[in-house]
């Protein structure tokens, strides 16, 4: 995976690498229960993702910001570490900015990952921006990275392994699993 500079410069000051969920983490498909549960699936790549994070990237603040509401993802949220959790929102960067205002950081700090429309108001501001190959055109015109990885199947995984290259953790991380 060659990392070009632009992306490198846009990345190695973030701070904060908040999400969209479906689409995005999960392929999209959303199986509602009877009792009116949700059953989404999660990629295993993505959840060593946030082990990687928490083993060396303890700096780096996570936010999952999203237009559904589920038990599931607010479980799934305090399993995997995020630290912010905006569910049933569709302004999306208001959610950002309220973020930045408690953290103290700045939009070009945020690297955020979408799929779809909702995720433009924060994708076109932010300092960083990726989604999945598969994503709505008009986001893909507008983010920094389109990932190999399509929904639901290692996207975060994927970026975060080009945040830590170009932050100089990459090494680290494999000397941890080479020895």
Not at 2 to 30: C, H, M, Q, R
Not at 110 to 135: E, H, T
Not at 157 to 163: C, L, T
């Amino acid at each position: 995976m060659k990392i070009s500079k632009k992306i490198i410069n846009k990345i190695k000051n973030i701070k904060l690498i908040a999400s969209d969920i479906d689409g995005v983490l999960t392929d999209g498909k959303i199986i509602i229960l009877k009792n009116g549960e949700e059953v989404k699936f999660w990629d295993a790549r993505d959840r060593f993702a946030y082990t990687l994070l928490k083993n060396h990237a303890k700096d780096i603040k996570l936010a999952w910001v999203t237009g559904r509401k589920s038990e599931q993802v607010e479980t799934r949220a305090k399993e995997v570490g995020i630290h912010y959790l905006y569910q049933g929102c569709m302004n999306k960067i208001s959610a950002i900015n309220e973020i930045l205002e408690k953290e103290n950081f700045n939009i070009d700090e945020v690297a955020f990952l979408g799929d779809d429309l909702v995720d433009l108001s924060v994708m076109s501001k932010c300092g960083f921006s990726a989604c999945p190959k598969n994503a709505s055109e008009d986001v893909k015109k507008s983010a920094d990275y389109i990932t190999d990885a399509e929904s639901g199947e290692g996207v975060f995984r994927e970026v975060i392994e080009i945040v830590f290259k170009s932050k100089g953790l990459w090494e680290n991380v494999l000397k941890q699993y080479r020895s």
